[in-house]
């Protein structure tokens, strides 16, 4: 269909002169306005790289565990040794144990300097499993004995930082997966039952009830068992997850169904149908970017919620797991008495994970300014 | 609405019978039952018991017959005679174990769960009336600690804190040498000495997500031109946004508050646990854990039902606070 | 305050946008007063800053303006500097809705949609006024009555979705009035009512401007309403006051270039329909205007769409409003079909029934499509209706709430387009552009969102929007109603000439008879959801037959003071003798 | 005799008979741990659920006889709720003799006639015991009690069993009530829920109202009539019983009146006059309860890995931490019977065995994962038992990795895949799973699968649910599983660890215990089954020493054989004593087969104020 009435007689080039932007640039322009959105973007991109690059970036194997370095704490990077400057550079460990309470207590052994060392060869490791090398980013020179722990170690005397780093790797990846996949089904089925109502919208909300009543746990149990044994814990988590979001969609269905069922009458979705728009994109161009804001807090409300989700099954063995490294799984190693009284620095990957949710958060936060075309 | 009501109970009756149904067999899903749950704990304790011996108490139990039967017994003896059936685990009356806990386990779960409305609904307004004021900054940076944080480490933080630098007696809801005491002013005060972790543990997850989703429901309705009439008419800000666009951001929140109803009959299970609360909760965990079946099974039943009274509820609520849906 | 006389005083408001890399500048500096007791009008451009400055008056900008200037207002309690106060400050609230009272451009979303009339006329008196319980109730009641609005009562229990277009304007009329403000700013009033109400609705604001001295200001394009009502005019351009001046001094004595244009657009009843027309025997049109027949486009038969009122327990619809009941009529290609009415009659039902976003309670709606073929639109689903409506486009008679207000004007012009598989971006931004040119609009806006625009630049949107695709069929609710004559004639113009290369087929609902005389071929009226005249524009005109066809016509305000006050001086002694 | 204050009231309102009547005349005299106690106060500790009747169960649990060991471990067995007990020559025929003037709780008289009813009625009714426990049989054939009079009995076998005294000392399941000791009921309170002599109409009625259907209902497996610890109203001999059951928050036991021992100076016990068992859910809810001084005394629940938490909080909570020696060893026990043909040749070679066991480095286990706290060991008799073998303790000990190598490659798993684990002989990866329900031992697993990875073993740790390894136990679908090696102290009482039950070789067990019937029959020269054959002859043997002597042959072909991986043991119980609380002995072994706690004697405990 030309219309040749209208383009014909516009004789000068009309537009290419002209600021018209693109809904995305505009977006974008709006976006980097927010600068809190715009650090944590690139928190979340930094975080992103570490975990990608962890190999490099952690000091030490995560796995390798000291016999003579179980819950050594957080240590003190210095500057000047007995008034001197020597750069960054850690204090060797004094080991003692309580042989009243057998706890370890490390004090720093003020006559071994070791200054830290960027580019440093240490452990060897195999980046992404295929090259081998022994590059990390830091490390220091001194015995095999002497290492440095920023995070301090846990009851096995390995390094939480190098372990943090790792972490992040399962928990960025995996964790999100799920998420997605319960707004996948959370919104496709409040968008049906919203949209076309009647029986449809009965069915899907009876659907729910049921999905809601199913007891998970004995689930869970049911397919631990039914799993083979042999399977990749992180494979069986991703399994999981999805699972998670067949069950875990209901919520977000019934808002997304109430918010539709007030606005599917709108004279602007009226007119979206009219212009030929077909169901699916009525809902995702028109219907459902009214509701960005919700969806967006939702979205940053569901991460922690997986994250932390990873392990909260795994005592019926289906969580994640040690020896596998996530967030989730370092956090458990804290969630006893013990470890809050006498090895508070094992709590680190809780900051982790708040930091983190902020981050996403305010990149939401970011996001739904700039998605909202009242702002400037 | 009467016949929306009616029609809804009609059709609940159905998914009544298919949720027990299914509730029956995944409860059965787990390799094992009560008796191996059984046989794990004797071991644990150093006993054991031989296999005939196992399976004369399977055969006690009745549970070597086959599943339809043993279903049919159990809710033919719920629908007939209102019975829930024996506990395997604690030998007594379903009913009167959930009884017994039921009333704490309202006490606490309300509070927490009014304490969470009170506190987020008004900070969610405020967050979003006050985009980016410290304020603001400081319920967000709050509400992901408390969401970030698993509730079961936030409550033994808390508690650790508690006893180790303020030497408050945590853990349970009295004081041993007070749980026992009649009722009095020392004991209540006792009781809110203890309560304040369960209810802040609970309340701070919980507030974290109604706040948020306050904040950007509000931010959504804000700038339409309504509110701009509302405050043509002569309205103060206050009442502006209680009156117009809170109205409309609450959507979300009664589409979802009916589903409240079975979370506060089970109480807040991991919470429950670690802050050793006597709710409902940990009895359907351990019922759950143990395959004490029937104890799981009518507790399920009894949360379901009133899954579908809450979805009842829910959409009542939508359909009257917002015309558009009522006259759909 | 420079003249103590002055009800309100505006000097050098000024008001822009700060956009990304340039100011909009939407009000230059202008200067306006009303005295008590006084209607001023105010004309002018559409976009030309007129709506922003009446807001500027309740300090109720958007949030992303920048103003400056001063606005005074003498309140009951002495003069108020507007714009020195807080928007949400406490003197601001004592003034607005009760001394002040505000009838915004455009009502259908400016109500609560969770909030029943009733419910949101009743707060503005419990906010200004003493009255409690059913006191309340029954001023809310009276004041339903007062606009006219049917079934007062139960007016006040129903919700702005229920009502049509002409029915929220006229609450939102009775909000702004039911506190007898000494200041009414009344945002384009009338854009939706019908004739005859709308003569009833100027009575109503002349009588209370009488009686309690009320100053308005009174935006609006209608020239025969300005000239029924005002006593000063002012007329806007691009943000500035091009004129100012008894309302005589700018009928008959215009100084301004952009005046004088105007004056000479204004839509006039043909000489032969007027009512106080002293010829006996009009002087009927030449016939060579009249088109041949050319085949049927659309036959719509014994239509009907009710809604239901009232159920009983058990979900049974007892009562039902028919708001199209037994609507029969033809439309031929390349042919305008006008349809006139009361407001409320159920103009814009027709049309969504025949577009399907209803489904009609009754009756057939056949469509001949391209592919020359009738399709019964009431029984189409999924594609086959889509592939329909691609020949069919329809312009909303809001047109705020019918654009997404998350999309972009590019955007939401190229949408049909795009849903007929169109993939080339740059084809597509060219046609766009183009058509924002062709109603009067600027290339530049194409990244701006729907709120940022007044309420005619709008509507014109909505236009380049239906136009986009080159439907076979398109139906126009008022919508040209809130454009300037000067636009609204280089629109019809547009559509005219679309309608004649393309043979487009148009459904025209309109409250402007004057605009549908020299445009329609066909004339419906339609009254409390009955079709109850169809036929010819010029019969129609030249001999109405039904009563209320003539009323209609009688009713037409007539853009000329003098002719108008002689008018309404007879009919006042008619009155009297009667 | 003296009174407890807090019976004296009752006493004196004549409530209650006098001390002198409510006392046998020979009672039993408890010798105090350090010093004669005092009366009064409540004992406060904690339990988990309706299971964790355990706890309370063996702190205060009654039997013929019991086993008391004293400082310097020496195990000795004293007679219980009977007077005396002999055996004759050839251990066919054990003669009891109740204690005179003995009452059950609510005052009336213990005497034959409540054995006679359990055996009778309770013992040989095939609807409450529809087999008969084989610890109650001989040669195949079930024991026969006859009553000599209303104070002596007879229990008589049909061939010698010697241990069946050892036995009675440690078993406690015994239907029906499952955790009840048997040979004893209250006739005159049971008569009533029982159908031989209760009233049908009246019976009916109790099974009503108890919301069942028959009357085993009631009685049975199901039932809380007979259960101690639900019923307040069932008489018992303990020293306390229940008088707040289950499912309350707080269950609490309060001094039984006609308890039948006392101490040196003849006070009647127990000392305390109450004891209160709070409900928690989450050990760390409980350790939280520890550290607030909420604890009189305990050890159930606590572990060792809380050691240092305890200890740095002992000022603040005011108790002690005192520790007893776990009878029990952490091993991985390679599976036997697993499906897969290829790993259980493996398993079957003793090589790998010894491999597996020699690749780990169990003093970084130790340090690491328990402080330092326990012993690297092989499963086996605990040090103190009389069964103890040094060189089992040691066996499979000494960390050599390169032996360990070396033995892998002599078994023929010579080829590696390229991550450097050793390939199967059919071309799988020598992957072993271990499954555990213990999740406070994972870091043990995760020290392991490194060691191994060393010697080019993977292993995959899996954590699973407590029933869910049960049932794979007891299906036999397992590689391997992580458990307690237990019941090591007194191995003839309940010497099923040996035998392959619930670890090596659990359906090789089945064959053997069920004639047959059930499980997997072991090769005609499996070694298992000299083991089997040697218990067989303890059981046989016509005196104890004999008994002992083929015991100690199990422990023997057991060293020999490797079977299971030992980790490490003999790590401390952890009993956390509040200030107060006096004459808990210290250094005692931690066993189920010395009935844990109950070795302490706890009537004998009281609180110095
Ligand atoms: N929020 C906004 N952001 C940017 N520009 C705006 C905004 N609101 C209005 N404008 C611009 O300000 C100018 C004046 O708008 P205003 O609504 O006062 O026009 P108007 O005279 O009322 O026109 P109409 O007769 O069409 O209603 C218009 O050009 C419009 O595009
Ligand atoms: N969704 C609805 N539910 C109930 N009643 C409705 C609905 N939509 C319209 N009506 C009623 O139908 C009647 C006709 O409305 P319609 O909008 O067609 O009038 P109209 O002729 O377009 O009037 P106007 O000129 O004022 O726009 C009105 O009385 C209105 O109240
Ligand atoms: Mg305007
Ligand atoms: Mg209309």
Redesign the pocket.
């Known amino acids: 269909m030309t219309d040749s009435s209208i383009t014909n007689d516009a004789q000068e080039p009309v537009v290419s002169t002209i600021d018209t932007a693109k809904p995305l640039t505009l977006m974008w322009w709006r976006f980097k306005r927010h600068k809190l959105a715009l650090w944590s973007l690139y928190f979340i991109g930094f975080l992103y790289f570490v975990a990608a690059f962890a190999e490099f970036l952690a000091p030490y194997d995560p796995f390798k565990h000291s016999k003579l370095h179980a819950y050594v704490p957080p240590q003190q990077v210095h500057l000047f040794h007995e008034g001197e400057f020597v750069g960054p550079f850690v204090y060797g460990l004094e080991r003692t144990r309580d042989p009243e309470t057998a706890r370890l207590s490390f004090d720093e052994d003020k006559d071994k300097v070791f200054p830290i060392k960027f580019f440093h060869r240490g452990d060897t490791y195999r980046f992404w499993g295929l090259v081998e090398s022994d590059l990390h980013f830091f490390g220091i020179e001194g015995g095999r004995r002497d290492r440095i722990y920023l995070l301090g170690t846990d009851s096995l005397g390995r390094d939480l930082l190098s372990r943090l780093i790792y972490g992040g790797r399962i928990t960025l990846s995996v964790g999100l997966i799920g998420v997605f996949f319960s707004f996948v089904i959370g919104i496709s089925l409040g968008s049906i039952a919203g949209l076309i109502g009647g029986r449809v919208d009965a069915a899907i909300q009876r659907l729910a009830e049921f999905v809601r009543s199913i007891p998970t746990i004995p689930l869970w149990l049911g397919l631990a068992a039914a799993l083979p044994i042999h399977w990749d814990p992180v494979f069986v988590y991703l399994l999981i997850t999805v699972i998670l979001a067949l069950i875990g969609w209901t919520n977000l269905a019934r808002v997304v169904r109430g918010h539709f069922m007030t606005i599917r009458n709108q004279d602007f979705v009226l007119a979206a149908q009219l212009s030929g728009a077909k169901p699916r994109k009525v809902v995702t161009k028109h219907m459902l970017p009214s509701m960005t804001s919700y969806v967006i807090a939702a979205v940053t409300l569901a991460i922690p919620e997986m994250i932390l989700g990873e392990t909260s099954l795994s005592f019926l063995g289906l969580g994640l797991r040690p020896p596998v490294i996530s967030w989730g799984v370092l956090l458990q190693d804290a969630q006893n008495l013990r470890s809050i009284a006498l090895a508070p620095w094992l709590l680190a990957p809780g900051a982790a994970i708040v930091l983190t949710i902020l981050a996403f958060n305010f990149l939401g936060d970011g996001m739904r300014d700039a998605a909202d075309p009242y702002q400037k | 609405m009467l016949w929306f009501i009616v029609k809804r109970i009609l059709w609940s009756i159905p998914t009544m019978v298919l949720i027990s149904i299914a509730t029956f067999i995944i409860i059965q899903l787990p390799p094992g039952d009560y008796v191996t749950a059984y046989i794990a704990e004797l071991e644990e304790t150093g006993e054991s018991i031989t296999a005939v011996e196992a399976a004369e108490l399977r055969a006690s139990f009745g549970l070597d017959r086959p599943m339809i039967v043993q279903y049919w017994d159990w809710i033919s003896n719920i629908v007939f005679y209102g019975d829930f059936g024996l506990s395997l685990d604690w030998k007594l009356p379903v009913s009167d174990l959930l009884w017994d806990r039921i009333a704490l386990t309202l006490m606490i779960s309300t509070l927490s769960l009014v304490l969470t409305w009170i506190i987020a609904i008004p900070i969610g307004v405020y967050s979003a009336t006050r985009q980016y004021s410290v304020f603001d900054y400081v319920f967000t940076v709050l509400g992901f600690l408390g969401r970030g944080i698993p509730d079961f480490l936030l409550a033994l933080v808390l508690m650790w804190l508690g006893f180790a630098y303020f030497n408050f007696h945590v853990g349970g809801l009295f004081s041993p040498e007070m749980a026992d005491a009649p009722l009095s002013m020392a004991k209540f005060w006792d009781l809110l000495a203890h309560l304040w972790v369960p209810v802040v543990v609970l309340a701070t997850g919980g507030a974290a997500g109604l706040l948020r989703v306050m904040r950007a429901n509000m931010l959504e309705e804000l700038g339409k031109p309504y509110v701009e009439t509302a405050y043509a008419q002569g309205m103060g800000e206050r009442e502006v946004v209680w009156r117009y666009p809170v109205r409309v951001a609450l959507n979300p929140f009664f589409s979802t508050v009916g589903w409240a109803l079975p979370a506060l009959i089970s109480g807040d299970v991991i919470t429950a646990v670690v802050l050793n609360l006597p709710t409902t909760g940990p009895l359907l965990l351990r019922a759950l854990l143990n395959q004490d079946m029937y104890m799981a099974g009518g507790f399920i039943l009894i949360l379901s039902i009133f899954t579908i009274i809450g979805t009842l509820l829910s959409d009542i609520l939508l359909t009257l606070t917002d015309p558009r849906i009522r006259h759909a | 305050m420079r003249n103590a006389d002055n009800l309100l005083e505006i000097e050098n408001l000024s008001v822009h946008?700060q956009m990304r890399d340039y100011k909009?500048h939407?009000?230059k500096g202008i200067n306006l007063e009303i005295k008590p007791g006084e209607v001023v009008g105010v004309v002018?451009?559409?976009?030309?800053?007129?709506?922003?400055?009446a807001r500027a008056i309740l300090n109720l900008m958007?949030r992303?303006?920048q103003t400056s200037g001063s606005v005074k207002f003498k309140s009951r309690d002495g003069v108020v500097s507007v714009l020195d106060h807080g928007r949400e400050s406490k003197e601001m609230r004592n003034l607005r809705g009760g001394q002040i009272g505000m009838i915004f451009?455009e009502p259908m979303t400016a109500l609560s949609p969770v909030h029943s009339i009733g419910q949101q006329v009743m707060k503005t008196l419990t906010l200004h006024t003493d009255l409690r319980k059913n006191a309340l109730v029954d001023r809310a009641t009276e004041l339903m009555d007062l606009v006219q609005l049917p079934d007062p009562r139960g007016m006040l229990d129903k919700y702005p979705h229920q009502l049509s277009g002409g029915m929220r304007q006229r609450a939102m009329i009775a909000m702004a009035l039911s506190c007898n403000p000494s200041l009414l700013l009344a945002?384009?009033p009338t854009t939706a009512l019908d004739v005859t109400t709308e003569a009833q609705i100027l009575n109503l604001i002349r009588g209370l401007q009488e009686q309690f001295n009320m100053g308005v200001m009174f935006?609006t394009?209608n020239f025969g309403v300005v000239a029924e009502l005002a006593d000063r005019v002012t007329v806007?351009n691009h943000?500035i006051v091009e004129e100012k001046g008894t309302i005589d001094e700018i009928f008959y004595a215009p100084k301004a270039d952009y005046t004088q244009k105007l004056l000479k657009l204004i839509p006039r009843l043909p000489e032969y329909a007027m009512a106080d027309s002293t010829d006996a025997v009009p002087a009927k049109p030449v016939d060579a205007t009249k088109k041949p027949e050319a085949e049927e486009v659309l036959k719509v038969e014994n239509l009907k769409m009710y809604f239901p009122t009232e159920k009983n327990w058990m979900g049974k619809v007892t009562q039902e409003l028919k708001a199209v009941d037994d609507v029969s009529f033809t439309i031929r290609r390349g042919e305008t079909f006008g349809l006139v009415g009361e407001s409320g009659s159920g103009k814009s039902t027709v049309a969504r029934a025949i577009l399907r976003a209803y489904q009609p309670t009754g009756g057939s709606v056949k469509f001949k499509a391209p592919d020359g073929n009738f399709h019964e639109l009431t029984e189409l689903q999924g594609d086959r209706l889509r592939a329909m409506r691609a020949h069919m486009q329809m312009v909303f008679q809001d047109p705020y709430s019918s654009l997404n207000p998350r999309m972009t004007v590019e955007q939401l012009i190229v949408e049909p387009l795009v849903n007929q598989g169109e993939t080339d971006t740059k084809l597509m931004r060219e046609k766009a552009a183009n058509l924002l040119l062709k109603v009067g609009l600027k290339t530049d806006m194409l990244s701006?969102y729907p709120?940022?625009?007044?309420?005619?630049?709008r509507q014109r949107i909505g236009i380049a929007r239906a136009l986009v695709t080159n439907p076979s069929f398109l139906v126009l609710d008022e919508s040209v109603s809130?454009l300037?004559v000067s636009i609204a004639a280089q629109t019809i113009s547009l559509l005219k000439e679309l309608q004649d290369t393309l043979k487009l087929t148009y459904l025209f609902i309109t409250h402007d008879l004057s605009m549908i005389s020299n445009f329609a071929d066909h004339i419906g009226v339609m009254q409390k959801g009955k079709l109850v005249e169809a036929g010819d524009t010029v019969e129609f005109f030249a001999n109405p037959r039904e009563d209320y066809s003539r009323r209609l016509l009688n009713a037409v305000p007539i853009p000329d003071p003098r002719r108008a006050r002689a008018l309404r001086e007879r009919r006042q002694r008619e009155l009297q003798t009667a | 005799l003296e009174e407890a204050p807090m019976l004296a009231e009752q006493v004196a309102a004549g409530e209650l008979p006098p001390v002198e009547e409510r006392v046998p005349s020979n009672p039993r005299v408890i010798d105090v741990a350090e010093s004669i106690g005092e009366y009064g106060g409540t004992w406060s500790r904690a339990f988990k659920g309706p299971s964790d009747r355990w706890g309370p169960t063996k702190l205060m649990e009654e039997r013929v006889l019991r086993a008391v060991m004293d400082a310097d471990q020496n195990i000795s067995y004293v007679p219980g709720w009977v007077e005396s007990y002999e055996a004759n020559e050839d251990s066919t025929v054990f003669t009891f003799t109740l204690r005179e003037g003995h009452k059950w709780s609510d005052g009336q008289p213990v005497t034959t006639r409540d054995v006679q009813f359990w055996y009778e009625d309770v013992f040989q009714n095939k609807e409450l015991m529809p087999s008969t426990p084989a610890l109650y049989t001989a040669a195949g054939e079930a024991m026969k009690l006859d009553f000599l009079d209303e104070r002596t009995f007879t229990v008589t076998f049909a061939a010698p069993y010697p241990l069946f005294l050892t036995v009675l000392a440690k078993e406690s399941t015994g239907k029906p009530g499952l955790d009840r000791p048997g040979f004893i009921e209250p006739f005159h309170y049971m008569k009533n829920f029982h159908p031989k002599y209760a009233d049908e109409a009246a019976l009916a009625a109790a099974v009503e109202a108890n919301g069942g259907q028959k009357w085993t209902d009631l009685w049975g497996d199901k039932g809380q009539i007979h259960a101690w610890w639900f019923n307040p109203d069932m008489p018992v001999l303990t020293a306390w019983r229940v008088a707040t059951p289950p499912p309350a928050d707080t269950v609490v036991m309060e001094r039984n009146p006609f308890y039948y021992a006392v101490d040196a100076e003849g006070n009647q016990l127990p000392y305390i006059d109450r004891v209160e068992h709070r409900l928690f859910q989450d050990n760390e809810a409980l350790n939280l309860m520890v550290v607030q001084g909420e604890i009189d005394l305990q050890s159930r629940h606590l572990n060792a890995n809380d050691f240092t938490l305890f200890k740095e909080n002992e000022d603040a909570g005011d108790y002690d931490v005192v520790t007893w020696t776990k009878a029990s060893t952490w091993t991985i026990y390679p599976n036997l019977n697993t499906p897969d043909d290829t790993l259980r040749g493996l398993f079957e070679d003793k090589r790998v065995r010894e491999a597996l066991n020699i690749a780990i480095d169990r003093e970084t286990i130790n340090e690491l994962a328990f402080s330092g706290l326990g012993e690297p060991r092989q499963a086996g008799p605990v040090t103190g038992s009389p069964f103890f073998d040094a060189e089992l303790e040691k066996a499979g000990t000494d960390w050599d990795p390169d032996l360990a190598n070396a033995l892998l490659d002599e078994a023929g798993l010579t080829e590696r895949d390229s991550d450097g684990y050793r390939l199967r002989p059919d071309g799988k990866r020598l992957s072993l799973v271990i499954q555990t329900r213990h999740n406070p031992l994972l870091p043990v697993l995760e020290l392991v699968q490194s060691d191994w990875a060393e010697i080019g073993v993977e292993a995959l740790v899996r954590n699973l649910d407590r029933t869910l390894v049960t049932q794979n136990v007891e299906t036999g679908e397992f590689e391997m599983v992580l458990d307690a090696f237990d019941r090591s102290s007194i191995i003839t009482a309940d010497p099923v660890r040996f035998l392959g039950r619930y670890g090596f070789a659990h359906n090789y067990f089945k064959w053997w215990s069920s004639g047959g019937n059930q499980g997997i029959e072991p090769a005609a020269d499996h070694p298992i089954r000299s083991v089997w054959g040697a218990w067989e002859s303890a059981q046989g043997a016509s005196s104890l020493d004999e008994a002992n002597g083929y015991a100690q042959d199990m422990v023997s072909l057991f060293k020999e054989n490797l079977w299971t991986i030992g980790l490490i043991g003999e790590t401390p119980a952890i009993y956390v004593k509040s200030d107060d609380l006096k004459n808990f002995p210290e250094g005692l072994i931690d066993d189920d087969a010395l009935r844990g706690i109950g070795l302490a004697q706890a009537a004998q405990f009281y609180f110095d104020k």
């Open positions: 946008f909009l939407a009000v002018g451009e559409s976009g030309s800053g007129k709506s922003l400055t958007p992303t303006a451009q945002d384009e935006i394009h806007m943000g701006r709120h940022a625009f007044s309420g005619g630049q809130a300037d």
